[in-house]
DNA sequence: ATAGTTGTAAACAATA
DNA sequence: ATATTGTTTACAACTA
């Protein structure tokens, strides 16, 4: 396969991806999505491919099938040209006169600085010639690379619609400022590779001004919480209260957008994503909660302050108030790691580490189940289903949050085992600002928790050996760890 | 089938 | 009297 091949893929794939709408097609369901940014013209070919059912909302799946066909779905796209599936996705002698040339030629887009550049790989490559060798072992055709793909494709198209929102707003300032609106987002080109545009003309076209949008609009069917945002919801998709607004009440559909990685890295990663966009961060509220009191300068916060950090960190939590606080109150009080003291100025919250970590499960490193909660999480509607499976075993283990958006870091953090959050603080400027990039090194930066290594120690430790960097300081107490990175500073 | 985890809802008490 | 804080129970969804 070469890059040409590569291209046709994205382009083909990415013609789908938007695509709960291309889901509702195929198999007849509706999901209500308001089709204003899927592409009404993904090609026939793709969808039918689709491992359908396990992408819509990502409800009763069964990840080996969902992998399998994901496989399938994907390798349609690359076997014509390979005809051996396993036949890499580089080859050494470039069977393309094009793959021949970039490969060779000193440039490659996954090959820059003596890094390999696939997701979450960063492996070094000397020349050329090793990182194609790198290429083909790695991330040949498989399950992996396959869903790496589909994430990399997600990815890009949920950068669209925030960067389509983004100018809209913009346009609107500047409209309402006065100025002339200017020439109409130059910097969407480069993205229409994975979307061929679509979403972006009509997402921008769409709203009068900034002022959010219309409730239904691009809006997919997000349900409400659980579904997960879908892609779409990732920037105020959500008109309003799911349950209240839509009388859907309480549904319980817990397909997890819980769970979940590294809360430290994935929200100072994404810090901006959540604060603005109405997406539900794919960590417990326990996790939350840890996290918001280990971040505090004195890592205890009274309940009030737990709030506004909820608040102020995430645009989710703006609304339905009375839900996540009574949720944060009970987690507070459920769990035996948050430990009230009573203070000077009243009672504040603190963390018991010891306790957090125990009450954490065993082992489930690389579960599928794990990584379907994690992915679930995501918000992807459209993607998790097959994804999570495919991850599952191919496991995303090693993406770089560095280079992804919120979802695909999320994505990312997949190896770790759970919403783990003991890798706390550290990427949060002091000033508040979120530092835009993170290093697989920054990751092993806290495992701070020595009592019972648990996964997240073992996967972090793995990330460790990618970045060369060691930190599986014996620390004395967690404390000082965070401390250190600790930024005591909240963003606003 | 079961136990554990998580989220939601709600009742209730204590306190500000 | 009211709102906030904190505890507890119940239940649903989900997973291992």
């Not at 990312?412 to 890798?423: A, E």
């Amino acid at each position: 396969m070469c890059p040409s091949d590569l291209q046709q893929l994205w382009k083909e794939v990415s013609g789908v991806q938007s695509s709960e709408e291309a889901l509702k097609h195929a198999e007849g369901l509706d999901l209500s999505t308001n089709s204003s940014n899927s592409t009404s013209a993904f090609p026939k070919a793709a969808s039918a491919h689709i491992p359908l059912h396990s992408l819509v909302n990502g409800q009763s799946h069964t990840p080996k099938r969902d992998r399998a066909r994901l496989f399938e779905w994907i390798s349609s796209f690359t076997k014509a040209d390979i005809g051996d599936e396993h036949v890499p996705l580089y080859s050494k002698s470039g069977h393309t006169p094009s793959s021949h040339h970039e490969e060779h030629a000193g440039s490659h887009p996954l090959y820059g600085h003596g890094e390999c550049k696939w997701p979450g790989c960063e492996a070094l490559c000397e020349d050329m010639g090793q990182f194609i060798k790198h290429l083909n072992n790695e991330h040949a055709l498989d399950d992996r690379s396959t869903a790496q793909c589909r994430v990399q494709m997600q990815v890009v198209q949920q950068l669209e619609i925030q960067l389509s929102k983004e100018s809209e707003r913009l346009q609107a300032m500047m409209t309402h400022l006065h100025m002339r609106p200017s020439e109409p987002k130059p910097f969407n080109q480069p993205l229409n590779l994975a979307s061929g545009g679509s979403l972006l003309k009509r997402d921008s076209d769409m709203y009068p001004e900034g002022l959010g949008h219309p409730p239904t609009s691009a809006a997919a069917p997000i349900t409400p919480m659980r579904q997960g945002p879908s892609v779409i919801s990732s920037s105020s998709l959500h008109s309003h209260s799911h349950s209240h607004s839509h009388g859907v009440g309480p549904i319980r559909r817990r397909n997890s957008d819980k769970y979940c990685t590294p809360i430290a890295s994935e929200l100072a990663q994404n810090c901006e994503f959540y604060k603005n966009a109405d997406v539900r961060p794919p960590f417990t509220y326990a996790s939350l909660i840890r996290h918001a009191i280990l971040e505090s300068p004195d890592r205890q916060l009274t309940l009030n302050e737990i709030y506004n950090w909820f608040t102020r960190k995430f645009a989710y939590f703006r609304r339905n108030t009375a839900t996540w606080k009574n949720a944060v109150r009970h987690n507070l009080s459920l769990h035996k790691c948050f430990v009230r003291v009573e203070n000077v100025k009243g009672a504040v919250w603190t963390v018991d580490e010891v306790e957090y970590q125990k009450r954490r499960p065993p082992k489930m490193t690389g579960s599928p189940t794990l990584v379907k909660n994690m992915i679930s999480g995501l918000g992807f509607g459209s993607l998790n289903a097959s994804y999570q499976a495919a991850l599952a075993e191919g496991s995303l283990s090693l993406l770089s949050p560095s280079m992804m958006s919120p979802s695909a870091a999320s994505l990312n953090m997949l190896h770790v085992g759970h919403d783990d959050v003991s890798s706390t603080v550290e990427q949060v400027n002091s000033n508040g600002s979120c530092s835009p990039t993170l290093s697989p090194h920054q990751y092993s930066h806290h495992v701070h928790v020595k009592e019972e290594p648990t996964d997240l120690e073992e996967d972090i430790r793995s990330v460790s050996l990618l970045s060369g960097a060691t930190h599986s300081l014996p620390l004395p107490s967690d404390d000082r760890d965070l401390e250190e990175d600790l930024p005591t500073e909240d963003l606003e």
